[in-house]
């Protein structure tokens, strides 16, 4: 069964960058497409992007329109979400999600994925 680990959050400053992680085991993510959320503190879980299993990128929020990007690295069996001009509303756990039965990247909603990981932390704060 795929397992998701995404590693990568930290402290960074308004206006900096940072690159999440999103490494697969137990099967091929490049068999997945992978969505990237987020939950800050006392709000819920909101869909940012997903990334197709050919690399094709959608962006659901518009918050993060224009600073973050999804990649894949099948060799590395990892998607990565970059991120970049941060901003202190960006404060959040962001989770990685993969979802099966599809090539291309369904709706960023809950439900719509299969498999999730344990989140890692992203503080902007200067």
């Known amino acids: 069964q795929l397992q998701l680990v995404e590693s990568g959050g930290n402290l960074v400053q308004p206006g900096g960058s940072l690159k999440l992680s999103c490494a697969g085991s137990g099967d091929n993510l490049d068999s997945f497409a992978i969505g990237w959320f987020r939950q800050a503190p006392g709000k819920g879980r909101e869909g940012l992007l997903c990334i197709s299993t050919r690399g094709a990128t959608t962006v659901s929020a518009d918050s993060v329109k224009g600073r973050f990007t999804a990649s894949r690295d099948n060799a590395k069996n990892s998607v990565y979400l970059q991120m970049n001009s941060l901003k202190p509303e960006d404060t959040a756990d962001y989770y990685c999600?993969?979802?099966?039965?599809?090539?291309?990247?369904?709706?960023?909603?809950?439900?719509?994925?299969?498999?999730w990981g344990q989140g890692t932390r992203v503080t902007v704060s200067s």
């Open positions: 999600a993969a979802t099966s039965g599809t090539t291309s990247c369904p709706p960023l909603t809950y439900d719509a994925y299969d498999y």
